[in-house]
């Protein structure tokens, strides 16, 4: 709650559409010990309450095709995981659910390997989706992010999300857990604002140290108004 409405408040004055994201359950972690939520039922809960008493729409990650409809009833956008990408049951029971889906790019995907991934959606009767870029697999523990990846399937009309603080991951790169790069995470965010999105994820905790998922990437909250400020500068830049 401290998070969304933190978040909310930055975004209000710039005329920024903030959806607020959290997973009941991170069914992919490195770790078998890593924690992984509260499970559906609880984290679905706590969601609507977001949504209530905020008035944020709110978006949750679905691993299973008997999670969509549960989830359906409460989120407004239902987001497929990046290694769940091409799992066709999950994305036709995402589209047929009659919300918004986002597609996590898989980090083994090429930009235009996303074409057939729209079609399944589509041919389940989703026309509301959104493609998210979140970095593709560079040898070991790293992800690299082409920037000409979001001009591309911008290009073949699809509206497209930049994740900044998944994109600066390293995957298992602590042994047991992921490490990240955070102070990269804006840099990465206005390369993908000058070239153009449709809009950014962007993970914050009050003290990622303490995170009990992706610390390692994510921004201070503290520090994330200024850094969605700078970013509407330079996107009013761009556009002019």
Known sequence: MTVAERVAQAARPLGWRYVFKASYDK????????????????????????????GLPVLTDVHDV????AAAQVCDVLQIPAFLCRQTDLV?????SGRVVN????????????????????????????????????GYNNLVVDMRSLSWMRGYGYRV????????????GLGDATGGDREMAPVLARAAVAVGV??????????????WSDGPNQ???NDLP???????????????
């Open 198 to 211: 449709d809009g950014l994820f962007m993970e914050a905790h009050p003290d990622p140290e303490r995170a």
């Open 66 to 69: 008997s999670e969509v409809n």
């Open 226 to 240: 200024a850094i969605i400020r700078r970013l509407e500068r330079l996107r009013a830049a761009a556009q002019s």
């Open 27 to 54: 069914a992919n972690r490195t770790s078998a010990a890593s924690r992984r939520g509260p499970g559906i039922e609880e984290g679905l809960r706590i969601l609507a309450k977001v949504k209530s008493e905020l």
């Open 92 to 96: 036709h029971a995402a589209a047929r």
């Open 219 to 221: 921004i201070v909250l």
């Open 103 to 138: 597609i996590k790019k898989g980090q083994f995907l090429a930009p235009w390997d996303v074409k057939p991934i729209v079609e399944k959606l589509q041919l389940a009767g989703c026309s509301s989706f959104f493609i998210t870029e979140r970095g593709t697999t560079f």
């Open 161 to 172: 999300i930049f994740d900044a603080t998944h994109s600066v991951q390293r995957p298992g």
